[in-house]
């Protein structure tokens, strides 16, 4: 039977997990916390054709890498030479690590590893705008002066 500490952990990372998805992303978990990072997370290809590559220019289209943390005090520690593995992985991998933690009050929240806010609007990219609604008085009226132009 697992300990208690590795159950919170890993419905954490579940969490967070499920959290990628919601927004599209494909996850990939790293069991027993035997990696580097505990999640992978590859945005969806965006590009209007298939011929089109996907290329990883900025934070918002790189594949993100978490690392998950649940503490008792809800800041998510990491310790220097972990932060320090993470950063040069960073620049290695070409990918965007994030640490995750939730506060005392179970908001999710996320930091770049270099300790910057990560607003998690920006997980939201590639959602297409919504469009305005119609107005159909003034779209019927439209139509009224367009076939009286045609007469």
């Keep these: 039977m697992a300990s208690k500490n590795y159950e919170i952990g890993r419905r954490f990372e579940y969490r967070v997990q499920n959290y990628f998805r919601k927004y599209g992303y494909y996850v990939i978990r790293s069991y027993a916390s035997k990696g580097l990072l505990d999640l992978i997370a590859i945005p969806p290809n965006t590009a209007s054709s298939s011929s089109e ?13 978490v690392q998950c943390k649940k503490t008792k005090d809800g800041k998510g520690y990491v310790s220097r030479e972990e932060r320090k593995s993470l950063i040069e992985n960073e620049k290695k991998w070409r990918m965007t690590i994030l640490i995750a933690w939730s506060d005392k009050k179970r908001r999710l929240k996320f930091r770049t590893v270099k300790g910057k806010a990560f607003s998690k609007q920006v997980l939201e990219w590639w959602k297409p705008k919504p469009e305005p609604p119609i107005d159909w008085k003034k779209a019927q009226q439209e139509l009224i002066k367009v076939g009286e132009n045609l007469q």
């Design 53 to 65: 590559k996907t290329v990883w220019r900025n934070k918002q289209t790189k594949p993100v890498g």
